[in-house]
């Protein structure tokens, strides 16, 4: 089993920003994936970025330039810098981990962007 908790959500300003952290703890090794999405109200939930085991990363056409996924292996940890937000990336977002045929989600961290 992998546990995910996310932290690091909030309320900011259009324009601000804001680094959200995955924290995973339980059976982490050999992770192929980690990713980021979020879900808005009245919509489905999208890919946001995502974090290959050999490090690349792919992000959404929406927030290319502005948000950055990383990870510090020694703390187990896997983050999601955001940048120049916008009203539009307020939702809840939530961290994924992918292991073989495995998913594991954590709980989701609430962000809201105010114009």
């Known amino acids: 089993q992998v546990q995910l908790v996310e932290s690091g959500g909030g309320l900011v300003q259009a324009g601000g920003s804001l680094r959200l952290s995955c924290a995973g703890s339980g059976r982490i090794f050999s992770i192929n994936v980690m990713c980021w999405y979020r879900q808005a109200p009245g919509k489905q939930r999208e890919l946001v970025a995502l974090?290959?085991?050999?490090?690349?990363?792919n992000y959404a056409d929406s927030v290319k330039g502005r948000f950055t996924i990383s990870r510090d292996n020694a703390k187990n940890t896997v983050y999601l810098q955001m940048n120049s937000l916008k009203p539009e990336d307020t939702a809840v977002y939530y961290c994924k981990a992918v292991r073989g045929l495995n998913v594991y989600w954590g709980q989701g961290t609430q962000v809201t962007v105010s114009s």
């Open positions: 974090m290959s085991s050999a490090g690349g990363t």
